[in-house]
Every structure is written in structure tokens, then in C-alpha cells.
């Protein structure tokens, strides 16, 4: 069994805002460490988090408290179909200059920039 990348404690300390209940927290936290797990090419997976220093550990935590905060925001929005959709002249989309979409993962550009401190993003060969 690998290691959780955050406790519902260091969620709460992270996003002290954020209502998610414990029995939504295990399900968001595994989606979130998922996305994670793909925009750093499943790199934390095969080290082990253990494996980082407090710098990139600390990196990972927020930016999976972020991902967690994002799907629990837009969860009705990240599971539909549509990217975009307009109603009686009313229409609904992601800002595009803050969300991104990367290897099929959708996030906050701030999320993605907290990850990308860690140096686990890098798309070449390391």
C-alpha cells in the first residue's frame, strides 16, 4: 500500500476553509492524488514521498490540499461531458487563464505551479 500524501489534518491546516466531510475526504484525496501522481509522470509513486526533501514534500502536500479544495468546488462541473454550456443566455466555462488542462488532468494554474516547484514536472528524462 503506498503512502497517503496528506492527512485530513494537514488538509485542514492547508485549507482551513474547506467543509470537506470524512467520508468525502478518502474518495477526494485518492482523485487528487491521482492528478497529482499524472502531471508529475508517477514520479512521488516510485520514490516514495518519503524519498523527497521537506521543500518538495511540503510542495506536494499543498498542491494535493489544492487539487482536493478544486474537485470538492467543481466536482459537478469536472464529471460533466461539456466543456461549456449556455442556458437562456447565460453561459458557464472555465477561465482558461486559471485553469489548465494537462495529460487529461484538470487543475488550477496554481496548483500546477506549486507542483512545478518541486522539480517532479519536467517532462525529460532525469
Do not use: H, W
Not at 468546488?73 to 488542462?101: C, H, Q, R, T, W
Amino acid at each position: 500500500m503506498r503512502d497517503m500524501y496528506l492527512t485530513s489534518t494537514e488538509f485542514c491546516n492547508i485549507c482551513p476553509e474547506c467543509d470537506i466531510s470524512e467520508e468525502q475526504f478518502s474518495a477526494i484525496r485518492q482523485r487528487a492524488e491521482s492528478d497529482i501522481d499524472t502531471l508529475t509522470f508517477n514520479r512521488i509513486t516510485a520514490e516514495g514521498i518519503d524519498s523527497f526533501t521537506d521543500f518538495q514534500r511540503e510542495r506536494i502536500k499543498r498542491s494535493t490540499a489544492l487539487q482536493m479544495k478544486f474537485i470538492y468546488d467543481n466536482s459537478e462541473l469536472l464529471e460533466s461531458p461539456l466543456s461549456a454550456y449556455s442556458i437562456s443566455g447565460v453561459s458557464m466555462s472555465f477561465d482558461k487563464s486559471k485553469v489548465v488542462s494537462l495529460d487529461g488532468v484538470i487543475t488550477t494554474r496554481q496548483v500546477y505551479n506549486v507542483l512545478m516547484q518541486t522539480g517532479l514536472c519536467y517532462r525529460g528524462l532525469m
